[in-house]
């Protein structure tokens, strides 16, 4: 298995425009996670998927949405972008495993917005 | 509030010697926590969690719940350790891991 895979791996986009980055979870990993990570900064939750359903999101305005298709792929969405969404989104797949969870973090996708 | 402080951004020792970093939480009720680490131009992995209680390329860890607290050891370093350390934590049942901004590590031969 190649782990967790995400594309673009790079994107330049320009002020106002939309952005859809993907993720692919490890085979068998029904949950998926976006995170941002600003330059200097750890990574910050925006999203988490489970089954399909939104199950937990947070502080991002609704310009940021997401979907998980029935493969349990999933896609980041931003809308009207601002020069400060510029960051690393990464994206994390996880399996239920008691009560803990374990996530496998994808590369990553670098958006540069100009 | 859920948050997580590493003091230290940038953390440089030799070779052999102790490495301590730092991390300080704030949670309201029993998180679990989490180490997890980056390697130069690899992605984010998970070095030890708090309730595996175990050793991982000779780093621990112990939760303190009275100074809450969640420091990464290593008696003797090595030059391979060098990489970006984040902290994290997440709530009984959540998924949402909440990461403190990183500590550089450098070990210098």
């Known amino acids: 298995d190649a782990g967790v895979t995400q594309s673009p791996t790079h994107l330049i986009k320009t002020r106002g425009q939309q952005v859809t980055l993907r993720c692919s979870p490890i085979?068998?990993?029904?949950?998926v996670s976006w995170y941002q990570q600003v330059l200097g900064q750890g990574p910050q939750f925006i999203f988490q998927?489970?089954?399909?359903?939104?199950?937990g999101r947070g502080n991002f305005p609704d310009r940021f949405s997401a979907r998980q298709f029935p493969n349990y792929s999933s896609e980041l969405n931003v809308n009207a972008l601002l020069l400060g969404d510029s960051a690393l989104y990464l994206c994390?797949?996880?399996?239920?495993?008691?009560?803990?969870?374990?996530?496998?973090f994808g590369p990553g996708t670098r958006l540069t917005v100009t | 509030a859920q948050r997580v402080t590493q003091p230290e951004k940038l953390l440089s020792v030799f070779k052999g010697a102790p490495v301590e970093l730092k991390c300080n939480y704030s949670?309201?009720?029993?998180?679990?926590l989490f180490w997890y680490v980056q390697y130069s131009r690899q992605r984010l992995q998970l070095l030890l969690r708090?309730?595996s209680r175990e050793s991982i390329k000779g780093f621990t860890a112990d939760l303190n719940k009275g100074e809450t607290s969640f420091h990464l050891k290593k008696p003797f370093a090595q030059e391979e350790d060098s990489a970006m350390y984040y902290c994290?934590?997440?709530?009984?049942?959540?998924?949402?891991?909440?990461f403190g901004q990183g500590t550089r590590l450098t070990i210098n031969p």
């Open positions: 994390a797949s996880s399996y239920e495993r008691g009560h803990s969870y374990e996530q496998y």
């Open positions: 085979s068998g990993h029904k949950s």
């Open positions: 998927y489970y089954e399909k359903e939104e199950r």
């Open positions: 949670y309201s009720g029993s998180p679990e």
């Open positions: 708090h309730i």
């Open positions: 994290a934590l997440t709530g009984k049942g959540a998924q949402k891991l909440v």
